[in-house]
């Protein structure tokens, strides 16, 4: 495998998630994200998030 297989392989991947919708909490600070990661294993906690194309999640956190 060659440098510009990874290179392609990477722009595909990255396309992909650029058109991707994710979710992304509400409260985007760290503390937040840090107190979300623990509460995984909180199945029955409810946390708010709005969904976001990939490509605008930068700007979906800075809200």
């Known amino acids: 495998m060659t440098r510009s297989d990874n290179t392609d392989g990477f722009a595909v991947l990255l396309g992909a998630f650029r058109r ?14 840090t107190r979300f990661a623990r509460a ?14 990939g490509a605008r999640l930068p700007d979906g956190l800075l809200r």
């Open 40 to 53: 995984q294993g909180e199945p029955d906690r409810e946390w708010e998030y709005h969904t976001v194309l």
């Open 20 to 33: 991707t919708t994710v979710l992304a909490p509400v409260d985007p600070y760290e503390e937040t994200l």
